[in-house]
Nanobody, 114 residues
Framework: QVQVAEFGGGLVQPGGSLTLSCVPS????????MAWYRQVPGKERERVGF???????SEAPSVKGRFSISRDNVKNTVFLQMNNLKPEEKAVYYC????????WGHGTQVNVPS
């Protein structure tokens, strides 16, 4: 069964850091382009960035230089390192493959108080 689980959310103060992880299953992970998204209540889901199988990444302009994406193809895990978090980045963070049809997971909540 194709599915994904995201981990690592929590409460972090403005300017703080947090690392999220994502573990998909039911796919050939090493061949997948994996992307991170986030959704603020009342707003559309937006893509934060993605990582290709060999490790090159692309991040959205709003997070470039503060967020970084990495992967471990042995552990079938994708990471999102977030630094200098801002209150407006309080959101549910999701990851998924963009290489093939793939369901959304439950996401992981990141809270950054004002």
């Amino acid at each position: 069964q194709v599915q994904v689980a995201e981990f690592g959310g929590g409460l972090v103060q403005p300017g703080g850091s947090l690392t999220l992880s994502c573990v998909p299953s039911g796919i050939a992970f090493e061949n997948q382009v994996m992307a991170w998204y986030r959704q603020v209540p009342g707003k559309e889901r937006e893509r934060v960035g993605f990582i290709v199988p060999r490790g090159a990444t692309s991040e959205a302009p709003s997070v470039k230089g503060r967020f970084s994406i990495s992967r471990d193809n042995v552990k079938n895990t994708v990471f999102l390192q977030m630094n200098n978090l801002k209150p407006e980045e309080k959101a549910v963070y999701y990851c998924k493959s963009v290489t093939q049809p793939f369901p959304w997971g439950h996401g992981t909540q990141v809270n950054v108080p004002s």
